[in-house]
């Protein structure tokens, strides 16, 4: 699934592409992507709207139009939005499972590519395509109290604002008793860290997965906060992680992924201590981490 680095990508590739663009025309091929809302009916509510922000919260993208509503797109475990603008952004579709589309002959149907399931066409006839092999991704049409009420329910605190301290840190974690990888990945507490991230970033602190989230000492919470703000900084600066379906907007994949510190290295020595990573399940989750570092 995209985590906060990826979906970070996301929006700052497509971000200055879509401010201050018009939706002309919008197609919606799945009905799953929009349930229970009617796909035809958000359609048709998007035409015409305007782009004012692109903003991210934790894994959502948020397109926020000039009317004062809002665009929530939450990618799940294989959504890609891609950017097809003339002969380049052609080519970089056609790229991923044989696209084919040509942005001077309307929207083009489903039946190219059997995972689009929504293209909007913008006012400066540029295509923005969204695919979904695995058909989890949403798209939610919403009011900004609307909004604030869903992701104040659903989301915690955003990792690399200044805001969030050490101090926070403890306090997401104060009185868990679950595993502290699985604390890591409640979005409830913590915003955008998923498995990829949170292996990473248990790595850097030197912390055993399966440490009580809510044992920690101060040293330790300090040394968990610089893990987390650093291992979603390298994924930024990376473009993201592709293991499968991940892509930048322009088709590109990440390069994270060749960077990793534990994650999907089992076997292979920790470029630290050169003690073999070694694999467990923590919270249901396949978990990596150095037996000799992560004590």
Partial sequence: MPELPEVETVRARLEPKLVGRRFEHVGIFDPRLTRPADPAG?????????????????????VR????????IHLRMT????????????AATASIEGIASDASDGVPPPAEDVHRRAVVRLDDDSDVVYRDVRRFGTWQLL??????QYLAQRIGREPLVRSFTSKRLAEALE??????????LDQRRLAGVGNIYADEALWRARLHPLRPAGELSAEEIA????GIRAALRAGIARQGA????????????GRMQEEFRVYGREGEPCERCGTPIEKIRAGGRGTWYCPSCQR
């Fill in 175 to 184: 009185g868990r008793r679950a595993p502290l990888k699985s604390a890591l």
């Fill in 79 to 90: 959504g890609q939005l891609l950017l097809v603008n003339g002969r380049a952004g052609k």
């Fill in 65 to 72: 139009f000039e009317s004062g509503r809002v665009l929530l």
């Fill in 223 to 226: 040394a968990l906060h610089r």
């Fill in 143 to 148: 009011d900004e109290d609307d909004l604030l």
């Fill in 42 to 62: 958000v359609a048709a509510e998007l035409e015409g709207e305007r782009v004012a922000a692109l903003d991210r919260r934790g894994k959502y993208l948020i």
């Fill in 242 to 253: 592709t293991l499968s379906n991940y892509r930048t907007p322009d088709g590109s994949p």
